[in-house]
């Protein structure tokens, strides 16, 4: 590790972190996201990235001197929301403009069609939130009816593929 204060000020960042969805499909009690009516208020649209815009943020990315450390496809919404978020790991690793691609997900919408479209873009590290061990502590936290076990199933098929993602 470097040591941030020898490096300041930077001419590339560390880590940049983009908003693939800022919707989400939980809401759960600590998330403001979950709050649709604050959501509103405040002018956030509750939508997905558009590829064109996802393409001239990694286009821009090329003028850094050199590719940032980490680039965080999520943030306050659910990144599996958005269909192209294969495609968009794909891209950040075949331009070069980063070292790492990481996510966090709820893993409900992590199915083994999606992991391996994601394993196959090249992801290199996935954080899985989990929310509880059963049906009912997922509605009681983030008021959703899901079969636990189906995501659990989910998440033991994608480690099963997850070819050197963390």
């Not at 470097?2 to 600590?30: G, H, Q, R």
């Not at 996201?33 to 509103?40: E, G, Q, Y």
């Amino acid at each position: 590790r470097t040591p941030l204060e020898t490096v300041i000020p930077l001419d590339t960042p560390l880590v940049l972190f983009l908003d693939p969805s800022d919707a989400c499909n939980f809401k759960c009690k600590f998330c403001p996201t979950s709050d649709r009516k604050l959501m509103k208020e405040v002018g956030r649209p509750w939508r997905t990235m558009k590829m064109d815009l996802y393409e001239k943020i990694v286009a821009d990315m090329k003028n850094f001197n050199r590719p940032i450390e980490v680039l965080r496809l999520y943030k306050d919404g659910e990144p599996l929301l958005n269909k192209k978020f294969p495609d968009m790991v794909k891209l950040a690793k075949q331009e070069g403009v980063c070292n790492r691609v990481d996510t966090t997900t709820n893993a409900s919408l992590l199915t083994p069609e999606k992991g391996e479209k994601i394993i196959e873009a090249g992801l290199d590290r996935i954080n899985i939130s989990i929310e509880g061990v059963s049906n009912e502590q997922y509605k009681n936290f983030s008021d959703v009816n899901l079969e636990f076990s189906s995501i659990l199933e989910n998440v033991k098929y994608f480690y099963s593929i997850r070819d050197g993602c963390d």
